[in-house]
């Protein structure tokens, strides 16, 4: 499916999380941030603006944390392209990415991607999508990932890890203008109570489906892939192979 003329002419925005420490990927996170690894010969995070881009989309807002100084080379490459700094992440889940950018994707169309995809069919970031959504991959049988319960019609009445026989979340979402504005508000409203150092921000969305509407946007297993070790990666591009301990 090829965009909606209405989300052209309403202008969409993306938000990119980068900040994270990637320490399931040591030690080639050592001295490189995970979505900077190249896969394929590419950086990650670069498969995911390339995607967003193809769909005409440049203001995108790339939140980072650590070893956050080696993705200024994006904002020359990419024009509309922004850095901005999460400054909890080292002390606060991955909520505060989320935190950083709420007064930008406040009332936006807005893409919240991990940056540590590797996309490999950038159409994807072409759907006609006229509703809040994740994208999700179907899984067959019992998965212990992030994971996505549906009502009859199709809306999300979960987020949350284990399920089995349901979609599977794969690191992309997008909000309409309506939603964009509940989940900014929901946001800072968690990030000023207690205990919100350990919440993801995927949490929130749970917390508040009774006012978020949100369907699954379904994708196939081989246009996105989220690499979460050395040995996915070594799986996924053998010129890793012999970094396998």
Not at 46 to 72: A, H, K, M, P
Not at 76 to 86: A, E, F, I, Q
């Amino acid at each position: 499916m090829i965009v909606a003329e209405e989300q052209i002419k309403n202008k969409e925005i993306a938000v990119l999380m980068a900040a994270g420490m990637g320490t399931r990927m040591r030690p080639l996170t050592e001295n490189t941030p995970k979505p900077l690894i190249r896969v394929k010969g590419i950086p990650m995070a670069e498969t995911v603006i390339n995607g967003l881009r193809g769909r005409g989309i440049d203001e995108i807002y790339v939140v980072t944390g650590y070893l956050g100084e080696q993705f200024s080379y994006l904002a020359s490459k990419y024009p509309g392209l922004s850095l901005v700094k999460n400054k909890d992440y080292e002390i606060v889940n991955n909520i505060s990415s989320i935190k950083a950018v709420t007064d930008i994707l406040r009332g936006k169309r807005v893409f919240i991607c991990e940056a540590d995809l590797f996309v490999s069919d950038p159409s994807i970031f072409l759907a006609d999508l006229n509703d809040s959504c994740y994208f999700g991959k179907f899984i067959e049988g019992h998965s212990d990932d992030w994971v996505f319960d549906l009502d009859e019609k199709g809306f999300i009445t979960r987020v949350g890890k284990v399920g089995d026989n349901c979609y599977n979340m794969c690191g992309i979402s997008y909000f309409t203008e309506e939603d964009s504005v509940i989940l900014a508000d929901a946001i800072d409203d968690r990030y000023s109570k207690p205990g919100h150092e350990d919440v993801y921000w995927d949490d929130v969305v749970n917390e508040n489906l009774d006012r978020l509407k949100l369907v699954i946007h379904p994708v196939k297993n081989d246009q996105i892939t989220e690499i979460d070790s050395v040995e996915e990666l070594a799986a996924f591009d053998e010129n890793y192979v012999n970094q396998i301990q």
